[in-house]
Every structure is written in C-alpha cells, then in structure tokens.
C-alpha cells in the first residue's frame, strides 16, 4: 500500500481564519514533506521531516506552521494567509534519508479569500 | 544547486503513437531521477524512476533512459491511449530530500 490521505480535500478560509490541513501514510515512512503547487507549475518544497524532526525550511512564511506529532502524521498549521496563498498544498513521504521515491496524497485545494 | 529544465512544455501525438520527453540537470552529483504524472486535480503518481548506476529502465509501455556523461534523461511512452494525457514532472536529486523539479509537460493523446 503506497497510499497518503490528505484532509480536507478542499478549504476556503478567511484572512483571519486559522485552519489546519491534515496528512497521514501508514507506510513506515520516516520523511514528510510539505509542498506547495500552483496551477501549471511543479511543486515547490516548503517543510521536510525527517524522523519527525523538522529538517528543512524553505525559508516559508510563519503563516505556515508545521507539525509533526507522530512518525505517521503530519500538521500544516495556517494563520493570517494572504490571498496569493491560494494553491494546491500537497503532502508526500519517503522511506528514509537516502535518495527514494516520495509518494504523494491527492492534496488540499485552498482557497482564501 | 540543481536546475532541471523540461521540454517541451507541451506534447500532443495521435492514439498509437509514442511520446518522448526530455530532462536535463546542471549537478553532477545527481544520483536518483523519478518521473511523475499528475492529472487534473489530482497529486503527482510515481510512473518510473532510474538510479544513476542504470542506462535505461523499462515498465510496460513506459521507458526511461538516462545518459550520466550528457546530464540527460529522457521518458519514453509507446502505443499511447487517451488515459495517457496528463502533465508530466521529471525530477533530480542527490540527497534524497531535495527533489528538483522540471517546469512539466503537458501530453494530449488525440484518439
């Protein structure tokens, strides 16, 4: 079972919301990342966890907060988004440190207004 | 760092025919080369992937080659069906965390 679940599939907040997008795998991966798409462009790397320590930090925005509780879960934690934050937020993991597949969930649409 | 750039940004071949696309990489010490497609409101499906101590890797109608000494690597798809029509990301990495990502490519198969 290769499979990565997202929640929810789709948000809409307010400027002032806070909200959080979920992810899970059940894989025994040890590394989760976070990325960011939008439309018609490849991913952008925004979080990695690495045995559920926060390893990299592509210097995102503290709107976004990151959350690892446990080896299968991992938390995007959203405050104060800006309109332009709008985007497809994608979760994915891998085995381990090495060079290896990342296999990614279906994503969160995110909407904010 | 890496830079990876994909062409072309779009493909559109008849139902049957085969579709190639290209990847090039700036960093030598890239070792691991995964190929991605990703449909319309979906996350991006591993398809195939290559390793830096192989040429070429072969799954069905889908084929990756990879040429170490020219920085390239290539995807190939034959007899392709409408079910093929997607954006294609390649992708490059050394460390295994850092995914380097082409820009993507666009493929319509006309039945």
């Known amino acids: 079972d290769t499979e990565v679940t997202q929640t929810p599939k789709h948000l809409v907040m307010g400027m002032t919301n806070k909200k959080s997008l979920k992810c899970e795998q059940h894989?025994?991966?040890?590394?989760m990342y976070w990325y960011k798409q939008k439309a018609k462009k490849p991913p952008e790397l925004m979080f990695v966890?690495?045995?559920?320590?926060?390893?990299i930090n592509e210097s995102v925005p503290s709107r976004f907060s990151p959350e690892c509780p446990n080896s299968s879960l991992l938390n995007l934690h959203l405050h104060a988004l800006q309109p332009e934050d709008s985007a497809l937020y994608l979760c994915?993991?891998?085995?381990?440190?090495?060079?290896?597949?990342?296999?990614f969930g279906p994503g969160t649409r995110l909407t904010v207004l | 760092g890496e830079n990876v750039e994909q062409h072309p940004s779009t493909l559109s071949v008849q139902e049957g025919d085969s579709a190639v696309i290209k990847c090039t990489y700036s960093?030598?010490?890239?070792?691991?080369f995964p190929w991605y497609k990703q449909e319309l409101g979906k996350g991006p499906q591993l398809i195939i992937d290559i390793r830096s101590n192989v040429g070429e890797k072969k799954d069905q109608r889908i084929a990756v080659t990879l040429n170490k000494t020219a920085k390239h690597f290539s995807l190939h798809i034959t007899e392709t069906q409408p079910e093929d029509s997607a954006v294609y990301f390649c992708?490059?990495?050394?460390?295994?965390?850092?995914?380097?990502f082409g820009t993507g490519t666009s493929l319509t198969v006309i039945p």
């Open positions: 960093d030598s010490a890239s070792n691991y």
């Open positions: 994915a993991s891998s085995q381990g440190v090495r060079p290896d597949t990342q296999y």
């Open positions: 894989m025994g991966h040890r590394a």
């Open positions: 966890y690495s045995y559920e320590k926060l390893s």
């Open positions: 992708a490059a990495t050394d460390t295994g965390n850092q995914f380097y």
